[in-house]
């Protein structure tokens, strides 16, 4: 990627503010050693990997790094939760009994990953029979990515097979370019992983959680399916909740409108005070981001409820994040609510008045995000400026499934 000076200088500045802004450090480099055993009291949480990430063994322990694979890999790391885990929250330390640690890890190759994920859908009653698939955003390193998806699989109580996919981010503060290219080259990737699936696991539906630079990588997926002609992975793609999306607002509306409706709702989660977002913006001198924009018109609402997509607002929720983009990982409320979409469906009501969907939201929400009437339920305004009648058209022209 060429930057010019003004490029460059955009993008110090904004480096600067993300190291100033940025949380406490994430876990060692080592992070990955093994317990070998689950530490009394702690909970157990597998979780299945597919990556573009290179295979390493140094610093020990961390398994893949930020460079880029010519094939995908695979992997099966167990991950130990404390008893004192605060819903949200990441225990970071090196006393395994008070801290999420690693029991095990291992390498698989193609037929062992789709045979673990057979055998682990397997085990579980046919109501349980999903597949969560996360996404993570940029300055993610492996271990990193796996400590957040254990803490989300185990705090909204996931009943089925989490799967992470992991592209190849550095996670190095500036990395940005570099992960922003890791994005495109996994494309193929992800498509791949999610057809592989969908078509040999046994799965019921396959959810998608993406997170921030992870959502371009989700979208342009989804919409590389629609043109090959299998924009539901035969059936199987469930829903599609995409958090604090850090896409430039016309990418973000070409991709929906190439996609049209979808199968099942999809949920974006935005906050006006993301603070990485924002910054984004300033460095891609874009009109907005997809995650960090509301309106409130409700004609547009009808028209996106039309296409199967409701909108969060998230921005009165307060969480240990500094930066305000990983709030619905931080927040309890949020990741619970995640939870109770993936187990029991309360937002999707045949039939219903998008009045009453919000309600429905709002009620999963509890009191932390408040009424229906305070809830944001919409695209991010620079979605639908300017084009209103091209969502429409597209409203009007897709057929319930």
């Known amino acids: 990627m060429l930057l010019d000076f003004g490029s460059f200088s955009r993008l110090a500045v904004a480096f600067?503010?993300?190291s100033l802004g940025a949380c406490a450090s994430g876990p060692p480099k080592s992070a990955?050693?093994?317990l070998g055993t689950v530490p009394e009291g702690s909970t157990a949480v597998p979780i299945l990997v597919a990556t573009m990430r290179e295979q390493t063994k140094e610093p020990p322990g961390l398994m893949f790094s930020g460079e880029r694979s010519r094939e995908l890999n695979y992997a099966d790391v167990i991950i130990s939760m404390p008893p004192n885990h605060q819903t949200g929250q990441l225990e970071i330390g090196s006393d395994p009994s008070k801290s999420i640690a690693v029991v095990s890890r291992d390498y698989l190759d193609r037929r062992e990953f789709l045979a673990k994920v057979r055998k682990d859908l397997a085990k579980r009653k046919p109501a349980d029979r999903d597949i969560l698939v996360f996404i993570h955003g940029y300055n993610t390193r492996f271990d990193e990515a796996v400590f957040r998806f254990a803490q989300i699989v185990y705090d909204s109580n996931f009943k089925g097979v989490p799967v992470l996919?992991?592209?190849?981010?550095?996670g190095e503060l500036l990395a940005y370019p570099y992960d922003r290219e890791s994005v495109a080259y996994s494309r193929d990737d992800l498509e791949q992983t999610l057809s592989l699936l969908a078509r040999e696991s046994g799965a019921q539906?396959?959810?998608?959680?993406?997170h921030s630079?992870?959502?371009m990588l989700t979208m342009e997926v989804l919409r590389q399916a629609k043109i090959r002609g299998n924009p539901t992975f035969n059936g199987k793609l469930g829903y599609v909740m995409l958090a604090a999306p850090d896409i430039d607002i016309d990418v973000f509306r070409r991709q929906i409108l190439a996609y049209g409706r979808f199968p099942k709702p999809v949920t974006i989660f935005t906050s006006k005070d993301d603070k990485a977002?924002?910054?984004?913006?300033?460095?891609?001198q874009s009109e907005e981001r997809a995650g960090s924009f509301q309106v409130t018109d409700p004609a547009m609402m009808a028209r996106m409820a039309a296409l199967n997509i409701s909108v969060i607002d998230l921005s009165d929720i307060k969480t240990s994040d500094s930066l305000n983009h990983a709030k619905f990982a931080a927040s309890p409320q949020i990741v619970q609510m995640i939870g109770t979409r993936l187990a029991s469906d309360p937002i999707e009501t045949r039939g219903a008045s998008l009045g009453d969907k919000m309600g429905m939201f709002a009620g999963a929400v509890g009191k932390t995000v408040g009424t229906a009437a305070g809830l944001a339920v919409e695209l991010p305004a620079?979605?639908?400026t300017g084009v209103a009648?091209?969502?429409?058209?597209?409203a009007s022209s897709a057929q319930p499934r």
């Open 205 to 210: 539906q396959i959810d998608l959680l993406a």
């Open 32 to 34: 990955l050693q093994t």
């Open 213 to 215: 630079m992870g959502n």
């Open 165 to 170: 996919f992991t592209w190849p981010s550095r």
């Open 389 to 394: 009648s091209g969502v429409s058209d597209a």
């Open 277 to 284: 977002l924002n910054i984004s913006k300033f460095v891609w």
């Open 382 to 384: 620079g979605v639908v």
């Open 16 to 18: 600067l503010a993300l």
